[in-house]
Protein backbone atom coordinates (compact mmCIF):
# COMPACT_ATOMS: atom_id res chain seq x y z
CA UNK A 1 0.00 0.00 0.00
CA UNK A 2 1.68 3.35 -0.55
CA UNK A 3 1.63 6.27 1.20
CA UNK A 4 -0.82 9.15 0.08
CA UNK A 5 -0.06 12.53 -0.69
CA UNK A 6 -1.70 13.67 2.99
CA UNK A 7 0.17 11.80 4.26
CA UNK A 8 3.57 12.82 2.29
CA UNK A 9 2.40 16.42 3.04
CA UNK A 10 2.47 15.58 7.18
CA UNK A 11 5.79 13.47 7.20
CA UNK A 12 7.42 16.75 5.64
CA UNK A 13 5.36 19.02 8.43
CA UNK A 14 6.60 16.90 10.77
CA UNK A 15 10.04 16.87 9.48
CA UNK A 16 9.98 20.33 9.90
CA UNK A 17 8.86 21.10 13.05
CA UNK A 18 11.16 18.91 14.42
CA UNK A 19 13.90 20.86 12.58
CA UNK A 20 12.32 24.40 14.19
CA UNK A 21 12.66 22.60 17.34
CA UNK A 22 16.12 21.80 16.69
CA UNK A 23 17.35 24.52 15.77
CA UNK A 24 19.39 27.61 17.46
CA UNK A 25 19.70 29.66 14.26
CA UNK A 26 16.28 29.16 11.45
CA UNK A 27 16.88 32.17 8.25
CA UNK A 28 13.92 32.45 5.91
CA UNK A 29 14.82 33.64 2.87
CA UNK A 30 13.43 34.43 -0.77
CA UNK A 31 15.88 33.07 -3.65
CA UNK A 32 13.72 33.87 -6.57
CA UNK A 33 16.14 35.50 -9.43
CA UNK A 34 19.11 33.15 -8.11
CA UNK A 35 20.19 31.10 -10.80
CA UNK A 36 21.03 27.40 -10.78
CA UNK A 37 24.97 27.78 -10.66
CA UNK A 38 24.23 30.60 -7.98
CA UNK A 39 21.84 28.41 -5.39
CA UNK A 40 24.36 25.58 -5.94
CA UNK A 41 27.31 27.74 -4.83
CA UNK A 42 25.07 29.37 -1.96
CA UNK A 43 24.14 25.33 -0.71
CA UNK A 44 27.93 24.55 -1.10
CA UNK A 45 28.74 26.89 1.33
CA UNK A 46 25.94 26.94 4.00
CA UNK A 47 26.68 22.82 3.78
CA UNK A 48 30.47 23.59 4.66
CA UNK A 49 29.37 24.99 7.50
CA UNK A 50 27.09 22.59 9.07
CA UNK A 51 24.23 24.65 7.74
CA UNK A 52 21.02 22.58 5.97
CA UNK A 53 19.46 24.54 3.10
CA UNK A 54 15.73 23.51 1.78
CA UNK A 55 13.29 24.65 -0.28
CA UNK A 56 9.29 24.53 1.51
CA UNK A 57 5.99 25.05 0.16
CA UNK A 58 4.56 28.21 2.34
CA UNK A 59 1.60 25.99 3.39
CA UNK A 60 3.85 23.38 4.94
CA UNK A 61 5.64 25.78 6.44
CA UNK A 62 2.51 27.82 8.08
CA UNK A 63 1.33 24.65 9.67
CA UNK A 64 4.84 23.79 11.17
CA UNK A 65 4.73 27.56 12.20
CA UNK A 66 1.33 26.96 14.27
CA UNK A 67 2.82 23.65 15.67
CA UNK A 68 5.70 25.33 17.14
CA UNK A 69 3.93 28.55 17.95
CA UNK A 70 6.23 30.88 14.96
CA UNK A 71 3.58 32.03 13.92
CA UNK A 72 4.73 35.38 13.52
CA UNK A 73 6.84 34.49 10.91
CA UNK A 74 3.14 33.39 8.68
CA UNK A 75 3.42 37.06 7.19
CA UNK A 76 6.78 36.28 5.41
CA UNK A 77 5.70 32.97 4.04
CA UNK A 78 4.85 34.29 0.44
CA UNK A 79 6.07 33.55 -3.26
CA UNK A 80 9.66 31.23 -3.33
CA UNK A 81 10.96 30.33 -0.02
CA UNK A 82 13.94 28.42 1.33
CA UNK A 83 14.98 27.70 4.97
CA UNK A 84 18.53 27.20 6.33
CA UNK A 85 18.86 25.35 9.90
CA UNK A 86 21.88 25.00 12.22
CA UNK A 87 21.84 23.30 15.05
CA UNK A 88 25.38 24.33 16.59
CA UNK A 89 25.96 27.77 15.30
CA UNK A 90 23.96 30.60 15.96
CA UNK A 91 25.90 33.02 13.65
CA UNK A 92 26.54 31.00 10.36
CA UNK A 93 23.65 31.11 8.83
CA UNK A 94 23.02 34.86 9.33
CA UNK A 95 26.72 35.59 8.25
CA UNK A 96 26.79 33.98 5.01
CA UNK A 97 23.40 34.48 3.55
CA UNK A 98 23.83 37.98 4.25
CA UNK A 99 27.58 37.92 2.76
CA UNK A 100 25.77 35.71 -0.09
CA UNK A 101 22.92 38.69 -0.56
CA UNK A 102 25.81 41.51 -0.56
CA UNK A 103 27.17 39.58 -3.52
CA UNK A 104 23.88 38.36 -5.03
CA UNK A 105 20.96 41.24 -4.45
CA UNK A 106 18.36 38.60 -5.96
CA UNK A 107 18.80 36.56 -2.11
CA UNK A 108 16.58 38.38 0.42
CA UNK A 109 16.83 37.54 3.92
CA UNK A 110 12.78 37.49 5.55
CA UNK A 111 13.06 36.27 8.60
CA UNK A 112 14.54 33.95 11.33
CA UNK A 113 14.16 32.08 14.28
CA UNK A 114 17.30 32.71 16.63
CA UNK A 115 17.43 30.56 19.83
CA UNK A 116 14.00 30.01 19.87
CA UNK A 117 12.53 33.85 19.19
CA UNK A 118 11.25 35.18 15.79
CA UNK A 119 13.74 37.51 14.51
CA UNK A 120 13.29 40.62 11.88
CA UNK A 121 15.50 41.49 8.78
CA UNK A 122 17.86 43.85 11.00
CA UNK A 123 17.96 41.28 14.24
CA UNK A 124 19.35 38.91 11.58
CA UNK A 125 21.63 41.42 10.09
CA UNK A 126 23.24 42.05 13.23
CA UNK A 127 24.04 38.89 13.80
CA UNK A 128 25.26 38.49 10.78
CA UNK A 129 27.64 41.49 11.69
CA UNK A 130 29.31 39.47 14.91
CA UNK A 131 32.22 37.91 14.93
CA UNK A 132 32.30 34.05 13.77
CA UNK A 133 32.81 31.62 17.05
CA UNK A 134 36.12 31.11 16.08
CA UNK A 135 36.86 34.87 16.53
CA UNK A 136 34.97 35.16 19.52
CA UNK A 137 36.34 32.40 20.78
CA UNK A 138 39.84 33.65 20.38
CA UNK A 139 38.65 37.01 21.77
CA UNK A 140 37.63 35.05 24.76
CA UNK A 141 41.10 32.99 25.31
CA UNK A 142 42.76 37.15 25.14
CA UNK A 143 40.50 38.25 27.70
CA UNK A 144 41.40 35.07 29.63
CA UNK A 145 44.77 35.09 29.21
CA UNK A 146 45.46 38.85 30.21
CA UNK A 147 44.82 38.86 34.04
CA UNK A 148 47.64 35.78 33.64
CA UNK A 149 50.05 38.19 31.43
CA UNK A 150 49.86 40.92 33.56
CA UNK A 151 50.20 38.76 36.79
CA UNK A 152 53.17 37.09 34.99
CA UNK A 153 54.53 40.80 33.99
CA UNK A 154 54.33 41.79 37.72
CA UNK A 155 55.74 38.92 39.33
CA UNK A 156 58.76 39.20 36.81
CA UNK A 157 59.20 43.35 37.60
CA UNK A 158 58.64 42.50 41.57
CA UNK A 159 61.53 39.77 41.00
CA UNK A 160 63.92 41.97 39.15
CA UNK A 161 62.85 44.84 41.87
CA UNK A 162 64.19 42.78 44.45
CA UNK A 163 67.54 41.32 42.69
CA UNK A 164 68.11 45.15 42.04
CA UNK A 165 68.03 46.23 46.24
CA UNK A 166 69.51 42.45 47.17
CA UNK A 167 73.27 43.40 44.46
Same mark, same amino acid.
Given at each position: ???????????????????????????????????????????????????????????????????????? =??? #? &??? %??????????? /? +??? @????????????????????????????????????????????? =??? #? &??? %??????????? /? +??? @??????
Amino acid at each position: MSVSAIEKKQQVVNELVEKLKASVSTIVVDYRGLNVAEVTELRKQLREAGVEFKVYKNTLLRRATAETGYTD =LDE #V &LVG %PTAIAFSNEDV /V +APA @KLLHDFAKDHEALEIKSGIIEGKVASVDEIKALANLPSREGLLSM =LLS #V &LQA %PIRNFALAAKA /V +AEQ @KEEQGA
